[in-house]
């Protein structure tokens, strides 16, 4: 076999993983290091939420942080099957799409900036631009004006259950002043019918983490994950007669 | 600013519920099916091409057999089946992986779905110069309207202005060739990224790529930056499933396989759990 030592193989820089090869083969790794650690060290000694955390930061979480995570990630790990995501993938689940494809075609339809994956970027960029201004204010001048991206409402009104987990998240890392910013611009809205909406939670949680805004969007996808993947199977066992088209008696074509 | 509780108003939601209102089309099982005001098997399977009625169902808007064609042969330039290409890669490892072919379609699509090439460059694109176009026919010359858009190493950063290793654009000339083949004069678009382009070469040595001028070509015809969105979103699909096709047979992790010590690491050094 001719050595392939001089051949140009494009590939990628990454300082989030490296990984030693086995003396005997060079295409298996004997140890796999995140952020530095050792990944044996982290499955033997760390929980999950540690090691996401080291995962996306860099660095392993101090216990508010880990909290404040965990209370997140338990109030989306299902937003309910009226959410988008989780719609789509009961909606194909239930009409016998491939399996394999249900999570990453939840996870598209809740990628758009309406309530979705990009509304957490957006929230994650004017939670950053408007961080050094006082709240109330900001808050005020949304009730006049457009709503802030991740604020606002959902079918008219707030949510209450998107409030009672940004309280509970707040409540979780008291001393984080990006969540106490918010906090306070929640409450504001509160008094003029607007509040959280999911996609702001995500994107506070990911700026008191020191994510950035793509990282904080791919979070928000990560997170509700676990609720598209078993919604979406469980229909997978139901007939497709269980989910009829609409009749035509409820299905209005006007002119074009 | 009251703190009395308010009562949401879901009459915009309630209006909706279990109900479909629509003027683009219907099923009519047995029968034909609706399409924008004509019947799909009995008008329209006779009257179009694949593309035209592609640009139908997509924007309402019936399209001559020279544009559908034009669009058509414009597939050949963002379709090539060579897998280094990012989407074509992407096909290459699905099909190494043993995936659907509907996967790789998606992926593809995905991936060309980038600000740096595929459809979401040439929305851009049309963004850019209908942006420059206003800002030009508004009075202001070219260093004014340019000083609006991004700079990158002391050179305006237009999408539809950038070629991968700065090779020229093998596609523009066919692409003329082919507008004026097919009977279309320049327009006012494709009159402006000229003008554009003959400044950039002049001042930064920047010249057009294939979808400058091609998205140039569709503002011509009247499509919005939306439009061309919509319409280019699986230009690509052919170069990636050519490459699934031929990578699905390969053995297993058998598309550019990667050594460990092929990733370089810029993180921080091994440490260990206190």
């Known amino acids: 076999m001719s050595s392939t030592a001089d051949r140009p193989n494009p590939a990628f820089a990454t300082a989030i993983c490296s990984e030693e090869a086995c003396p005997d083969n060079p295409y298996n790794a004997r140890q796999r290091r995140l952020h530095g650690y050792d990944v044996a060290d982290l499955w033997r000694q760390v929980g999950f939420v540690d090691a996401l955390l080291l995962l996306f930061t860099g660095e392993l979480p101090g216990p508010s942080q880990k909290r404040m995570l965990e209370v997140l990630m338990v109030g989306l790990m299902n937003p309910g099957p009226r959410h988008g995501a989780v ?6 689940g239930v009409s016998k799409s491939a399996p394999e494809h249900l999570l990453p075609l939840g996870l598209l339809t809740g990628s758009g900036s309406r309530g979705g994956a990009l509304e957490v970027a957006a929230s994650h960029d004017y939670l950053s631009a408007h961080l050094a201004e006082d709240p ?15 604020f606002g409402t959902c079918h008219g009104g707030p949510e209450p259950i998107w409030q009672q987990l940004g309280a509970d998240m707040v409540a979780a890392w008291p001393d984080s002043p990006v969540m106490a910013w918010c906090d306070t611009f929640a409450a504001t809205l509160m008094r003029g019918g607007q ?20 990282e904080s969007l791919g979070l928000y996808q990560l997170l509700i994950a676990p609720g598209v993947v078993v919604q979406g199977m469980e229909q997978t066992h139901r007939p497709i007669s269980s989910n009829p088209l609409l009749p035509d008696a409820h299905y209005e074509l006007t002119s074009p | 600013m009251k703190d009395e509780p308010r009562i949401p108003d879901t009459r915009p939601w309630d209006q909706r519920r279990g109900r479909i209102k629509t003027a683009l089309g219907q099923w009519l099982g047995g029968r034909d099916v609706q399409v924008r005001g004509r019947w799909l098997l009995a008008e329209l399977l006779q009257e179009l091409s694949v593309t035209q009625l ?10 001559s057999p020279a544009l559908a064609t034009w669009l058509e042969k414009t597939v050949f330039f963002t379709s090539y089946p060579d897998p280094r290409i990012w989407c074509n890669h992407l096909g290459a490892m699905a099909g190494n992986g043993g995936a659907s072919p509907a996967a790789a379609a998606a992926l593809g699509t995905l991936a060309a779905d980038s600000r740096a090439y595929g459809s979401k460059l040439q929305y851009l694109t049309v963004r850019t110069l209908q942006d420059l176009y206003n800002r030009r026919h508004g009075g202001e010359d070219w260093p004014q309207a340019l000083a609006h858009m991004p700079w990158r190493n002391g050179a305006p950063d237009l999408p539809g202005f950038a070629r991968p290793g700065r090779v020229p654009d093998e596609r523009l000339e066919p692409m003329r060739r082919i507008t004026r083949e097919l009977g279309f004069a320049p327009g006012p678009y494709l009159q402006f990224v000229a003008d554009l382009s003959a400044y950039l070469i002049e001042h930064h040595q920047r010249d057009m790529n294939a979808a400058a001028y091609a998205c140039a070509f569709l503002m011509d015809q009247g499509f919005s930056a939306d439009e061309v969105y919509r319409l280019r979103t699986s230009d690509v699909l052919s170069g990636v499933l050519a490459c699934y096709s031929e990578w699905r047979s390969a053995p297993e992790d058998g598309f550019l396989p990667l050594r460990c010590d092929d990733v370089g690491y810029t993180g921080p050094p091994p440490r260990s759990l206190l």
């Open chain 1, 195 to 214: 509040s959280w909406r999911a996609p702001g939670l995500v994107a506070a949680a990911g700026l008191a983490l020191g994510l950035g805004p793509r």
């Open chain 1, 87 to 92: 719609r789509a993938a009961m909606l194909a």
């Open chain 2, 54 to 63: 592609s640009v139908f169902n997509i924007t309402g808007r019936l399209i």
């Open chain 1, 136 to 150: 109330l204010v900001r808050a005020r001048d949304c009730l006049l004006g457009d709503p802030a991206p991740g």
